[in-house]
């Protein structure tokens, strides 16, 4: 399985970045795709999570209302679309799969590279 995380970059508060992750390996049928995201110093969270075959969607309260998460089966693709963006959304974006239902970050088995995502104030 081989994820590559893509998009992230600088922007001011208030503005807007789309991340994608194309995934490649194997069927995802049945898998999550969730993205998670580590600031300095602290620990790697959730943000958001897709169920690839039904497109359920989940979020952290952090986040709910201004990201989105979505997929295109087509082009094997996750897409986090980050808008109102603040200045403790700063962070390196990662996503990453599971067979689990879970949001927890040790429960993924693979992990894209990562994406700098910088806002500034």
């Known amino acids: 399985v081989q994820l590559q995380a893509s998009g992230g970059g600088l922007v001011q508060a208030g503005g807007s970045l789309r991340l994608s992750c194309a995934a490649s390996?194997?069927?995802?049928?049945?898998?999550?795709m969730g993205w998670f995201r580590q600031a300095p110093g602290k620990e790697r969270e959730f943000v958001a999570r897709i169920t690839w075959s039904s497109g359920t969607t989940n979020y952290a309260d952090s986040v709910k209302g201004r990201f989105t998460i979505s997929r295109d089966s087509a082009k094997s693709t996750v897409y986090l679309q980050m808008d109102s963006l603040k200045s403790e959304d700063t962070a390196v974006y990662y996503c990453a799969t599971t067979s689990t239902t879970s949001t927890w970050y040790g429960n993924y088995a693979y992990w894209g590279q990562g994406t700098l995502v910088t806002v500034s104030s």
């Open positions: 390996g194997r069927t995802f049928n049945g898998y999550f």
